[in-house]
């Protein structure tokens, strides 16, 4: 059983034209390159963009490396990685949506003539429906007794003949031409060009014709004239052959799905912000209940120890030594350090509690030095009063 892909362009001008390519082969390449078995005639496209291949019974898609990527029904490919296809599926390349059907009946697959013709109509009626590259298919004389002369190609289906008789839709005034010398017939995959039987033969490329596809730049000598067929759109198809890959300009649709995702970041990273403030402010005040409670337990033993070994000062206060300076400094640099607004890191819990050890040995110091002072007033009353 075959498969069809349908090809449209939402970019192109005409948004809603229809493209089919049916296969009964194992392997299907897209692309912009001229082996490619589905031809999409765009600098966005890379040479080789993605391949369809058959596993069994089962069609599968692989990005092929592209600058651009492969999608399937929204879904971004990762490169070299098979992904089923069922009937339906949607494969975005580039901007071009080809969707997939599978178990189609089919007597003729689409060949690589039909590819290269789907290509230019694709560049003629929908890519490019107004430019150079929907100029008519033509025949320019360039050699012989009417060179210059140009002849319009009409759409398929068509038949022109080129001979001397004057019925003939390309007369050439040349005695080495027979009356009808060469017949060019058009139909959905490009022009045939065929001999009729001439007397001196016709020459393609330097070659004998008999019956061939004419290409864009072939050359005809018929007799001594020489006729060239110029088709604009394969010109503008080849033109696209190793021009490096053309970025694609992201959609509204894709860029609000990115600011979504934005959003959505930002927003787990707040809440995540938020509960790591929570666990440190939850962890500081814990830490702070346990240093009060320790410079509670430690004022008796501190009050002792002052007293027996502090010095008296003039004026029956305690003298605070350089180090409780230190500790002063660092106790206030720390509190300036977490402002509202600054981003608290893993040390904070840290520095929190560095902070809450200094804040409760000032404590000490302060209860000792009015058991100090208070035994200095209790001594003088006692020498007074002796």
Request: glycine share 8%; hydrophobic share 45%; proline share 5%.
């Amino acid at each position: 059983m075959a498969v069809r892909l349908v090809v449209r362009a939402p970019f192109a001008a005409d948004a809603s034209a229809e493209l089919a390519f049916e296969f009964d082969q194992t392997r299907v390449l897209i692309g912009r390159g001229a082996s490619a078995d589905v031809r999409l005639p765009h600098a966005a496209v890379s040479e080789s963009h993605a391949a369809m291949r058959l596993d069994g019974s089962i069609y599968s898609l692989v990005d092929e490396g592209s600058t651009n990527g492969t999608s399937v029904n929204g879904v971004r490919l990762v490169p070299g990685r098979a992904k089923a296809l069922r009937s339906g599926d949607v494969i975005d390349v580039a901007g071009f949506l080809l969707t997939f059907h599978a178990g189609i009946a089919t007597t003729l697959p689409t060949s690589s003539e039909q590819t290269a013709a789907l290509a230019r109509r694709l560049v003629r009626e929908v890519l490019d429906p107004h430019g150079p590259a929907s100029d008519p298919v033509r025949l320019v004389v360039v050699g012989g007794p009417q060179s210059g002369a140009r002849v319009e190609l009409p759409p398929p289906p068509a038949r022109l003949l080129i001979g001397r008789a004057e019925t003939c839709d390309l007369v050439l005034l040349d005695a080495d031409c027979s009356r009808e010398h060469v017949e060019l017939v058009r139909d959905l995959d490009g022009t045939l060009a065929r001999d009729l039987g001439s007397k001196n033969g016709a020459r393609i490329n330097g070659r004998p014709l008999r019956e061939r596809r004419l290409r864009d730049r072939d050359e005809l000598l018929i007799g001594q004239t020489v006729v060239v067929y110029e088709d604009p759109a394969e010109a503008s198809i080849r033109a696209l052959e190793g021009v490096p890959d053309a970025a694609v300009i992201r959609t509204a649709a894709e860029s609000a799905g990115t600011a979504v995702s934005a959003t959505e970041s930002a927003s787990a990273t707040a809440t995540v912000a938020e509960s790591a403030s929570a666990s440190a402010t939850e962890s500081a005040s814990a830490t702070e209940s346990a240093s009060a409670t320790e410079a509670a337990s430690a004022t008796a033993t501190g009050s002792a120890s002052a007293s027996a070994s502090a010095p008296v000062s003039p004026s029956g206060a305690a003298p605070v030594s350089a180090s409780t300076n230190k500790s002063a400094e660092v106790a206030s640099s720390a509190s300036r350090s977490s402002t509202p607004g600054d981003v608290i890191g893993a040390e904070a819990p840290r520095d929190r509690r560095r902070s809450n050890r200094v804040s409760a040995d000032i404590v000490i110091y302060v209860l000792a030095g009015l058991v100090l002072a208070a035994s200095a007033v209790a001594l003088f009353v006692l020498l007074r009063a002796g």
